[in-house]
Nanobody, 120 residues
Framework: QLHFVESGGGFVQPGGSLKLSCAASGFTLSYRNIAWFRQAPGKEREGVSC????????IYEDSVKGRFTISRDNAKNTVYLQMNSLKPEDTAVYYCAALARCGGASYSAWGQGTQVTVSS
């Protein structure tokens, strides 16, 4: 089963920035649609952003549009999520996954995720 390793989370004040990384473990993500999800305490996991295999299409959940940017570097086998103007409601564990199509079901295993905490 496909595995990812998420990193880059941390503690940041409102208005701050973080850049998350999603590294593929043991396989190439070059031909795969990759999405970022997040799960806040007591809430269901939700999709945040998705990038298609070629990188030509990027989709964002409404609450992060204009603040988050998804990108990929296939040479480094990594997908990134640049998060700017962070808000307390962005606090969650962030995960990445491979999707058959953006908006569809994931087919990779869920990793440990990376914790993002936004607080003053």
């Amino acid at each position: 089963q496909l595995h990812f390793v998420e990193s880059g989370g941390g503690f940041v004040q409102p208005g701050g920035s973080l850049k998350l990384s999603c590294a593929a473990s043991g396989f190439t993500l070059s031909y795969r649609n990759i999405a970022w999800f997040r799960q806040a305490p007591g809430k269901e996991r939700e999709g945040v952003s998705c990038i298609t295999a070629g990188g030509g299409n990027k989709i964002y959940e409404d609450s992060v549009k204009g603040r988050f940017t998804i990108s990929r570097d296939n040479a480094k086998n990594t997908v990134y999520l640049q998060m700017n103007s962070l808000k307390p409601e962005d606090t969650a564990v962030y995960y990445c996954a491979a999707l058959a199509r953006c908006g569809g079901a994931s087919y990779s295993a869920w990793g440990q995720g990376t914790q993002v905490t936004v607080s003053s």
